[in-house]
T-cell receptor, first 115, second 114 residues
């Protein structure tokens, strides 16, 4: 069965510092991978996605993520965090193929930013 | 452009009362529609998805049901709410095609059952 693990429940970084949020997935075939961000009390916004091709994908707000098949990982990175990046981040996997696009989400990582 | 609307944004209901959360999508036709629930510390759980009118799949046995009376309308209901139904409910849509789709989410509905 498909699953997504985000090992870090809560991360605090200083503004201007670099950020890496970890995501590991379990899926038998080539997965489709996503990162979403959620501000408090709001819906989810897509940051970036990986379907195929270049394993380093660029997203909005200066985020990027790298797909590493050998490690079953899709970690999210940002070189310099801004206070407005404080939010909860969700990694998700989709089965592709004959699936209806249902996403399986990790439990999320809450990011706090220190001034 | 496409937009997705959910209402009400916030709802406080007593145990045993009925529930109706509505979701509508504008600017697209024949979307896939989804209901997710987000409970504290548990991430997002897919409740229902629909690939068309009267084509609804339930992912988790529960006290809830879903209906799709029109192509771009998706309703989440309950006849009698339980305390465990409290949570943040998110509707989403995607283009209807097999395979990986980008889900676009609504702003969510916060349900508190007392």
């Amino acid at each position: 069965a498909q699953s997504v693990t985000q090992p870090d429940i809560h991360i605090t970084v200083s503004e201007g510092a670099s950020l890496e949020l970890r995501c590991n997935y379990s899926y038998g075939a080539t997965p489709y991978l996503f990162w979403y961000v959620q501000s408090p009390g709001q819906g989810l916004q897509l940051l970036l996605k990986y379907f195929s091709g270049d394993t380093l994908v660029q997203g909005i707000k200066g985020f990027e993520a790298e797909f590493k098949r050998s490690q079953s990982s899709f970690n999210l990175r940002k070189p310099s965090v801004h206070w407005s990046d404080a939010a909860e981040y969700f990694c998700a996997v989709s089965g592709g193929g004959g699936s209806q696009g249902n996403l399986i989400f990790g439990k999320g990582t809450k990011l706090s930013v220190k001034p | 452009s496409q937009t997705i609307h959910q209402w009400p944004a916030t709802l406080v209901q007593p145990v045993g009362s009925p529930l109706s959360l509505e979701c509508t999508v504008e600017g697209t036709s024949n979307p896939n529609l989804y209901w997710y629930r987000q409970a504290a510390g548990r991430g997002l759980q897919l409740l229902f998805y629909s690939i068309g009118i009267d084509q609804i799949s339930s992912e988790v046995p529960q006290n809830l049901s879903a209906s799709r009376p029109q192509d771009r309308q998706f309703i989440l209901s309950s006849k009698k709410l339980l305390l465990s139904d409290s949570g943040f409910y998110l509707c989403a849509w995607s283009v209807r095609r097999p395979g990986a789709n980008v889900l676009t989410f609504g702003a969510g509905s916060r349900l508190t059952v007392l």
